[in-house]
Each structure stands twice: as C-alpha cells, then as structure tokens.
C-alpha cells in the first residue's frame, strides 16, 4: 500500500541554522504531497502542499519540491527560528484519506 | 479563519465505558474524517464520512466504532465499549471539495485516556 517515509528525529539546531528533513513516499500514481506541522499541545496545521511534479509548496520560509523522479518530498528552510520547534509530518493523499509518515520532531536552540 | 474544532480537549474513561467524542468541522465542509495517534506513533486513519454514509474505513476502525452527523454542525465518533489500547489523541478533519487536492482541516484533538 500507499506510505510515507521520514527521517528519525529529533533533530536539533541552533537558531539562524539551515533545515532539512527528508520525506520520500510510495505511491500508485502521483498524489498530493504534503507538510503538516504539530505545535506543542496544538493539533495538526497544514504547513504546505504540492499536488503535481515539479511543483513546489511554500509557507512561512518553509519549502518543499515534488520530486516524481527520487519520489521525494523535503521539507526545507533558509534560517529557523525558536518558534519553528514542533513535530512536522509528511503526508500523501492516497484515494480520500491522508497517510502519515512518523512525524520528525525538531529543538531549535536560541 | 474558519477552524474544526473539538470538544473534550480531554476525555479518561474506564475500560468497557462508550465515550463520544464530538467535533464541529469547518461549516461549509462536506468531507469528514476521523484519525487517531497513539502515543509516539504515526497518525492513522479511522474513517471517512460523506453524505450521512462512511465513504471508508480502516481496519481500526472496527464494530467498536460508529461516527455520525446528528445535526447540521456536529460529526461525533462513539466507541462503544473502549479498551486499553484505545488511548490515543483523535484528530477530526474535514473538506470542502469533491475533487482536487481536498485540502484536509485537522482539529486540535481530543486526548483519551482509557483506565
């Protein structure tokens, strides 16, 4: 079946520190990819989305590319903030349900 | 911003008792889903509701389980008789559009601890 794949966590950085958490899925098809972020005793938030190859989602300084070609998915930011500490979950589309990978918990230290 | 929401952030019970937990998706919304994350593991899918019928279920989501939309605002998800291996946090989601990338809403979560 359908699944997503995410790096183990958790990750931690220094503030100003470039991010990459790797997602990579399997899939019939090409179905929509997304980010969701989870904030400390808060519910899941879609961070971004990309629903075709070589499209890239972008919210709040966080980017990730379509990849159909290494079906991958990373999520990537320039300089992360304090505030970007949560646990982000990469997830496909698969007929009506979303599937979830693990979730990648990331520390961000001032 | 419309948002889900639901209700009880928090919900123990003792084993064997039904428990409802209750959400109000986005109003517009005419997609609902329910997902469950046990303590440390993945978010997993329950069940899909559209049209006052389950579109889809997981095996989870077995006769222990029912949802339904009582009224026009509330989709809620009853467990009849709940075991240890219930506690989890339950997510509510829902969507608008009946094709594309349907945009799911998640809602905070409702915590159930089962004694």
């Known amino acids: 079946g359908d699944s997503v794949t995410q790096m183990e966590g958790p990750v931690t950085l220094s503030e100003e520190a470039f991010l990459t958490i790797n997602c990579t899925y399997t899939?019939?098809?090409?179905?929509?990819l997304f980010w969701y972020v989870q904030y400390p005793g808060e519910g899941l938030q879609l961070l971004l989305k990309a629903t075709k190859a070589d499209d890239k989602g972008s919210n709040k300084g966080f980017e990730a590319t379509y990849r159909k070609e290494t079906t991958s998915f990373h999520l990537e930011k320039g300089s992360v903030q304090v505030s970007d500490s949560a646990v982000y979950f990469c997830?496909?589309?698969?007929?009506?349900?979303?599937?979830f990978g693990k979730g990648t918990r990331l520390h961000i230290l001032p | 911003e419309p948002e889900v929401t639901q209700t009880p952030s928090h919900q123990v019970t003792q084993m064997g008792q039904e428990v409802i937990l209750r959400c109000v998706p986005i109003s517009n919304h005419l997609y609902f889903y329910w997902y469950r994350q046990i303590l440390g593991q993945k978010v997993e899918f329950l069940v899909s509701f559209y049209n006052n019928e389950i579109s889809e279920k997981s095996e989870i989501f077995d006769d222990q389980f029912s949802v339904e939309r009582p009224d026009g605002s509330n989709f809620t998800l009853k467990i009849r008789s709940t075991k240890l291996e219930d506690s989890a946090m339950y997510f509510c989601?829902?969507?608008?559009?009946?094709?594309?990338?349907?945009?799911?809403?998640f809602g905070p979560g409702t915590r159930l601890t089962v004694l």
């Open positions: 997830a496909l589309r698969s007929d009506d349900k979303i599937i």
């Open positions: 899939a019939t098809g090409y179905p929509s």
């Open positions: 989601a829902s969507s608008a559009l009946a094709g594309g990338p349907r945009t799911q809403y």
